[in-house]
């Protein structure tokens, strides 16, 4: 799994694109295989009545795995599952777990791949919503500042890959073998124009 995705549907770790992912199927991404928290030294975004108190854990959840995770090797089911409370299960190759509601109709979804001689370890975290078009303001919880801030804080390096037409397509954040990606279908705008981070991934490849 390659987070040469930065796309929509980590916050933590998890900012634009319109998710309507199932919960049955996850999105395909680049290269892939396949409430705020302002405490607990990890603040996200501001404190707002109308973001999911659940989405919030969960992106503070991810927020401190990201910038804690010492290596891909850390990358499994077992380890990811501690972070996050949950039983990952065994989906051909990859690990998943999917969660219930957390408000207005959104989930979130973890998974996490073996490596092998051409691939590191991989991680991928995302939020959906069956419905096309549902407003993202519950799991707005992590804007790509907020991330920026926090990985950079926490000794990742930024990398931008700039798109054909001027803008760009995707970042990456470094830290010794692990690249965390966030690609431009990863980001949506909430009502309240506050952009927001539906996904991230590991790029794998070694």
């Known amino acids: 799994m390659n ?23 996850l999105p395909s991404a680049r290269n892939t295989s396949n409430a705020s ?10 404190a707002a009545s109308s973001h999911s108190p659940a989405a919030a854990h969960v992106a503070q959840q991810l927020m401190t795995f990201l910038t804690t995770v010492p290596s891909s ?6 380890v990811v599952g501690r972070q996050f409370g949950a039983t990952l299960t065994a989906e051909g190759e990859r690990s998943l ?13 973890i998974a996490v791949s073996p490596g ?3 691939m590191k370890r ?26 920026r801030q926090q990985l950079v804080a926490h000794g990742f390096v930024e990398r931008v890959t700039p798109s054909e037409t001027g803008g760009l397509d995707w970042i990456d954040f470094l830290k010794g073998d692990l690249v965390l990606t966030v690609t431009v279908r990863d980001l949506v705008t909430a009502p309240d124009g506050d952009e927001c981070l539906t996904r991230m991934q590991t790029t794998d490849g070694r």
């Open 122 to 147: 991989g991680f991928e975290f995302w939020f959906y919503n069956p419905t096309p078009g549902a407003d993202p303001t519950p799991v707005c919880t992590v804007t790509l500042n907020a991330l």
């Open 3 to 25: 987070l040469r995705f930065l796309a929509p549907c980590i916050v933590l770790l998890t900012a634009s694109v319109s998710c309507a992912c199932t919960a049955s199927a």
């Open 37 to 46: 928290l302002p405490a607990q030294g990890h603040p996200m975004t501001s």
């Open 97 to 109: 777990y999917r969660s219930g509601d957390l408000g207005g109709g959104w989930n979130y979804g």
């Open 116 to 118: 092998n001689r051409t």
């Open 73 to 78: 090797e850390a990358l499994t089911a077992d």
